[in-house]
């Protein structure tokens, strides 16, 4: 096991790559779906306080699509 | 084209497409992980810094092929004026200058114990950093006018500009003499890779890519709330002036 | 003509004429394009002395001494042949008959004084036992991989 981690001395080069591709779509990820929330919320409130908006017709779709990516 | 070109048509699509990519990203990812990092022999020369080449060759390639989508996204937008070819762009713009910074940072990494440096100035190296430039350039200019239209079309010229520096990277390797060696996987005679390794290389490279696919889905439903919370804000501006 | 057609008449010409520009610009600055020169193109150009050049090759069989931390080898493109001194650590991959670029200035002697050197590795990749297996089958291609090519 300890061989595995040491990468036949090249552990310095080895994990850090990984580490880094890693960190950079981890990242990607996140902040994409952060950005989605945020803005599903926003536009919530926006829909609730104009009802009356014909755009309302279209929030169906953009409930469902949501609850697939919640599941 | 016209078909998806619909905003609620792409939502629903996106809805039904987008769980089995997320799936499909996670057990790949972590077969390759498996295959890479464990279940694959160290090369004959470059002992277990082989391993690097598992992120740092896909994420290549997706920072290429993320460029190419972003062009053809472009090109669409450009010619034929759909709403979603320009949000496709904008959305795929980070994630290829991701994949692009892996490369360039893996490539470090492994560039230095087998080359003996980080980084050198040849021409497959440098087309590469480019390629992250070009990334930049596009985020920055597609935010960079009020209207978000202008910044759409400037953004799209840059793009397809740019794009002639795709093929540029792919054969700067043949056209000219580069520290970085020739292609080893899409080459004449077949891969010069042994199976065991070709096999965590390829897992890699398509869970890339439907990581890709994800998250742009993501992010392009992003780009549509936020076009529709534009409208509403802008209808009730105008109400507000008229009443 | 409607007007997506000549939009896409207008993408299309522009990128073939941004391909041909860089294309014309590439041929121009192909010299200083490429990261390095065989042995032959430095006899055949000659280099003046003091102008820091990268050269690039196979390491010669049998051509590596050496003296503490300095090394002699020589640099060859199987044609030619120039001789080198590099005092300094050597990359891992370092090796006879590997690839190698070292960067440095022509002495007056005509003894390559390196400041650096960089290992070049082919596109082949395999396990020790594949490539044990081939070199004891005979079909090991020496020497024709991994070098810099004409």
Avoid at chain 1, 35 to 58: F, S
Avoid at chain 2, 47 to 56: E, N, S
Avoid at chain 2, 94 to 123: E, N, R, S
Avoid at chain 3, 9 to 27: E, I
């Amino acid at each position: 096991m300890a061989s595995f981690f040491e990468m036949g001395g090249y552990a310095g080069y080895v994990w850090p790559a990984y580490a880094v591709t890693a960190v950079v779509m981890g990242a990607l990820l996140v902040a994409s779906l952060r950005t989605l929330r945020n803005r599903e919320a926003e536009l919530r409130v926006l829909q609730q306080a104009r009802p009356e908006r014909p755009r309302r017709r279209q929030t169906p779709a953009a409930g469902n699509a949501e609850a697939a990516g919640d599941a | 084209m016209h078909r998806f070109a619909n905003p609620a048509r792409f939502l629903r699509l996106a809805a039904v497409v987008m769980p089995w990519t997320a799936g499909a990203t996670v057990l790949l990812i972590a077969a390759g992980l498996f295959f890479g990092l464990v279940a694959s022999p160290a090369d004959y020369q470059q002992g277990d810094t082989v391993r690097i080449m598992y992120v740092h060759v896909p994420s290549a390639w997706m920072g290429l092929f993320v460029y190419t989508t972003m062009a053809v996204a472009s090109a669409t937008a450009l010619i034929w004026k759909h709403p979603l070819a320009d949000l496709v762009a904008k959305s795929a713009a980070p994630i290829g200058a991701g994949f692009t910074l892996v490369c360039l940072v893996t490539g470090a990494l492994w560039g230095k114990p087998m080359w003996g440096t980080w980084w050198a100035w040849d021409a497959r190296l440098t087309s590469m950093l480019i390629l992250f430039f070009l990334y930049l350039g596009h985020m920055a200019l597609v935010d960079a006018f009020d209207d978000p239209t202008r910044g759409a079309r400037a953004a799209a010229i840059l793009a397809l500009a740019g794009f002639v520096n795709v093929p540029i990277i792919k054969f700067s390797v043949d056209w000219w003499n580069t520290l970085h060696q020739p292609a080893s996987v899409v080459k004449m005679g077949g891969p010069a890779i042994d199976p065991s390794m070709l096999a965590p290389l390829l897992l890699m490279g398509v869970g890339f890519t439907t990581f890709f696919v994800t998250v742009l889905f993501l992010r392009v439903r992003a780009e549509i709330l936020a076009a529709k919370i534009r409208a509403i804000r802008l209808t009730q501006v105008r109400g507000q002036g008229v009443g | 003509m409607t007007r997506k057609q000549r939009r896409l008449y207008f993408v299309v010409l522009g990128m073939l004429a941004l391909g041909a520009a860089t294309a014309l610009v590439l041929t121009a600055f192909n010299d200083n394009l490429v990261y390095f020169h065989s042995p032959t193109e430095l006899a055949e150009k000659g280099v003046p002395p003091e102008r820091r050049v990268r050269i690039g090759g196979l390491v010669e069989k049998g051509s590596i001494q050496r003296d503490g931390q300095l090394v002699r080898f020589r640099v060859t493109d199987m044609v030619n042949a120039v001789p080198v001194t590099y005092n300094g650590i050597l990359p891992d991959l370092f090796r006879e008959e590997q690839g190698v670029v070292a960067e440095g200035k022509m002495g007056t002697d005509g003894v390559f004084v390196a400041a650096d050197v960089l290992a070049k590795h082919d596109e082949n990749y395999m396990p020790k036992e594949v490539s044990d297996a081939l070199k004891a089958s005979g079909h090991w291609q020496d020497g024709k991989e991994g070098g810099p090519k004409e």
